[in-house]
């Protein structure tokens, strides 16, 4: 928008990466209103010093200058203008910074993995890739992020988007680009010696490229179909039921639970989120479900953090209510979860104009595709927070 290219002659010095999400305009126009605010008081004070040092330098050696007495009004003039300039920093910055890292409800979710020295991500749908991400244009993406060893972080420059990846817990990232095109993803955190060779892309593709993508990995089961699988052969189904008529086991009915309040021994509850099922898989007795014995070993070092994310994709597409809290899943409402298809209407079908040119779009902040997968239908209603 502003000031992205400085040229000077042969040479083009890129001042600003490429805008190619929602939220890279806010960021730039942010930053550039920092900017313009340094150069004001830069240039502003540079010449009141040159200034002053002429209109006041000491003419005869023995001058000597009037005593000055203070000046409300002057030390109250330059204590509220600062601070008036220093709360609009404070507000728009706040208020971006909620933009970007406020989750939408209704997203296409990715799940992603770091390891020293590469990027997984997972799509619902199966689809598994390295160091490569490819995503419809204008659909809202959600990134569940963990790391199997140390402290990585994702970023992309184009997107204006960073979040650190942290072992044992999840971060979540959101974007939704605006232009076709490839664009670099790095790691922004030092993790070791292939540190800077952490990258890839994130390849924004049109709706219906995006449709052959996905078909061109026939055969991909789902993250939950993987995970359902995994429940199967980790013995899981022996203690924990899966469909609505079951009764208890020795654990949990894991039917619809996914985004209730479990009540836990001890006191309390707790939101059944990624995070509580990822701590109960490896650490069953942290939060124990309120009325079961602590009879379940741990999983650690028998599930990696991929498999994890996919027994988890699996929990939640268990008995998922319509319209569900905590947004997609590769799911239709109900049921269980299987094939590279289910899940929400094809982007191409429920563009706003299926006609549209499929050409790159420039800069469009509101192009409007729902997410690939993630909700059965009804889902434009909530796409904008
Ligand atoms: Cu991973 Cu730096």
Known sequence: MLLTQVSVPQVSVPFSPEQASTFAPHVDALYAYLLLITIFFSTLI?????????????????????PISGSMVL??????????????IFVWGASTYFKAYRVPHQAMEVYVVAKQWMWK?????????????????????????????VIHSLYVPAF???????????TQLWFEATKTGSY?????????TNHSGMGGHVIVMEPTAYEQWLAGGAGAESAAAQ???????????????????????????????F???????????????????????LDPQAKLALGFQPIMPTFRNQVNEEQ??????????????????????????????????????????????????????QGNPSPQLPPRVGQGGAANANRRQ
Request: with cysteine; hydrophobic share 30%; net charge neutral.
């Open 184 to 192: 670099y993803l790095f790691c922004a955190e030092y993790c070791g």
């Open 121 to 149: 991500f997972q799509h619902q749908t199966g689809q598994r890739e390295i160091n490569e991400l490819h995503v419809p244009v204008g659909a809202r993406v959600k990134l569940t992020m963990t790391t199997e060893d």
């Open 75 to 88: 030390e109250l003039t330059w204590t509220i203008v600062p601070l008036l300039i220093a709360m609009t």
């Open 259 to 281: 985004g209730k309040q479990q009540a836990i021994e001890g006191d309390g509850t707790v939101a059944v989120d990624e995070s509580y099922i990822r701590e109960s898989i």
């Open 308 to 361: 994890i994310l996919q027994l988890i994709a699996y929990i939640r597409s268990l008995g998922q209510p319509q319209g569900g809290e905590s947004g997609g899943t590769a799911q239709g409402g109900g049921g269980t979860t299987t094939g590279p298809t289910t899940g929400g209407a094809s982007p191409t079908t429920e563009r706003s104009n299926p006609l549209a040119p499929t050409s790159p779009r």
């Open 46 to 66: 540079t010449l009141l010093l040159v200034v002053f040092a002429v209109k006041y330098r000491r003419r005869q050696p023995d001058e000597v200058p009037r």
């Open 160 to 170: 204006r988007i960073k979040q650190d990846v942290v072992p044992g817990r999840y």
């Open 227 to 257: 995970g359902q699988k995994l429940f199967q052969e980790r013995g899981c189904a022996s203690c924990h039921q899966t469909d609505p008529a079951g009764q208890q086991g020795r654990g949990p009915t894991l039917y619809g639970l």
